[in-house]
């Protein structure tokens, strides 16, 4: 089993910064692929970053492409999501997820064997 942790969430500015941070533990954790969610009310959950257990090969959708950044410490067990140039629309719960099956990054919730428990990230304008 592999345990998720999310922090940094928060209330920002719009035209601000923030990280968020995803603490994984258990068995071979870091050899997974990470993915970042978020949901709003009212909406579907989507997919807004995904890494590969190497870190070579990501994914953005195209409304965070060139504001958001994700990386991983595999030493730490860590996978993270810069976030700036927030704007209102950005304003979710934020979960990180974990891949245990290799393939190309997933996409779909349903692609993600282990959830952490979100973190609201709320974008003022």
């Known amino acids: 089993q592999v345990e998720l942790v999310e922090s940094g969430g928060g209330l920002v500015q719009a035209g601000g910064s923030l990280r968020l941070s995803c603490a994984a533990s258990?068995?071979?954790?870091?050899?997974?692929?990470m993915g970042w969610f978020r949901q709003a009310p009212g909406k579907e959950r989507e997919c807004v970053a995904g890494i590969s257990w190497s870190g070579v090969s990501t994914y953005y959708v195209d409304s965070v492409k060139g504001r958001f950044t994700i990386s991983r410490d595999n030493a730490k067990n860590t996978v993270s999501l810069q976030m700036s140039s927030l704007k209102p629309e950005d304003t979710a719960v934020y979960y990180c997820?974990?891949?245990?099956?290799?393939?190309?990054?997933?996409?779909?919730?349903?692609?993600?064997?282990?959830w952490g428990q979100g973190t609201q990230v709320t974008v003022s304008s």
């Open positions: 258990g068995r071979t954790a870091s050899n997974y692929a």
């Open positions: 997820a974990a891949d245990s099956e290799w393939r190309v990054l997933g996409t779909r919730p349903e692609d993600y064997d282990y």
